[in-house]
């Protein structure tokens, strides 16, 4: 089964375009359930988004902390719960980028959101393109797991491959090499705590254009999708390739 991650990102700026744009992502889900699909709207529509679907499932962009307490601005994961949350991105580069997020501290959300049983959407990537970048990918996904063994729901696990060069400049990686840095990060999963079944998705620039052109290869599980999971009929588009491409 595919994944297909709406990353809102911080969009729209109003309640009624985020309703209706929820209510369309919902339409295009439940028309054939064969793809997986979750939005993941600001924080702040978390509870109106969740009026709106029943086939779609919920995701934050973010958390902080299990349980609440003196962190002022901070959702927590029992917030995230209660509201009927079931995935969790965590590690975007803009979150690495404008808010100082570091391997280490992503490294404590992922633990806690997985002992949460949330659904974790962790994302890696480089920042310049490169010939070879597993490498690098790798060696952030050792740091960003570090201490999560295979008895830490590590099904739960969905690693979303997304180089920095290519989110938002409408110039997407090349599919062959992607397909190609996602076998090897499956790999690595697997070397660092002997699961190979996680889920690897794609993210940077997909488009209903070229969304074919990635899942189509067996090794990308799905896509995790910023800019054109705001255009409603285009994410329609998107939404459907998933579910014949299954
Ligand atoms: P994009 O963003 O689809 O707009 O490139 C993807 C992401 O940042 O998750």
């Keep these: 089964m595919k994944t297909v991650i709406a990353n809102w990102k911080s969009n729209p700026n109003s309640l009624r375009e985020a309703a209706r744009l ?4 919902e339409k295009h889900a439940s028309l054939n359930r064969k793809a997986e699909v979750v939005i993941a709207p600001p924080f702040i529509y978390l509870s109106d988004v969740k009026k709106e679907v029943s086939t779609a499932k919920l995701g934050a962009q973010d958390v902080f902390g299990n349980e609440g307490g003196a962190y002022t601005g901070a959702i927590n994961l029992a917030q995230l719960k209660n509201t009927g949350v079931k995935y969790v991105i965590i590690g975007h580069s803009e979150r690495r980028r404008y808010f100082g997020e570091t391997d280490e501290f992503i490294n404590k959300k992922v633990t806690a959101a997985l002992a949460y049983g949330f ?23 050792t740091a960003d797991l570090k201490g999560v063994s295979s008895k830490d729901k590590i ?7 997304e180089p920095i060069w290519a989110i938002g400049t409408g110039n997407a990686d090349n599919p ?15 070397k660092l705590m002997g ?6 998705l794609y993210g940077g620039s997909v488009t209903d254009k070229n969304i074919r052109s990635f899942i189509s290869r067996n090794k990308i599980d799905g896509v995790l999708v ?17 579910n014949e491409l299954g």
Excluded: T
């Design 22 to 25: 929820a209510k369309s992502i």
């Design 119 to 141: 659904k974790v959407v962790l994302c890696v990537g480089n920042k310049e393109k490169m010939s070879d970048p597993s490498n690098f990918v790798n060696k952030q996904l």
């Design 155 to 161: 099904r739960n696990l969905i690693v979303a491959y």
């Design 176 to 190: 062959q090499s992607a397909a190609e840095v996602s076998l090897r990060i499956k790999e690595h999963i697997n």
């Design 195 to 200: 699961v190979g079944k996680i889920k690897v």
């Design 226 to 242: 910023g800019g054109a999971s705001l255009n409603p009929s285009m994410f329609g588009r998107i939404i459907k390739a998933a």
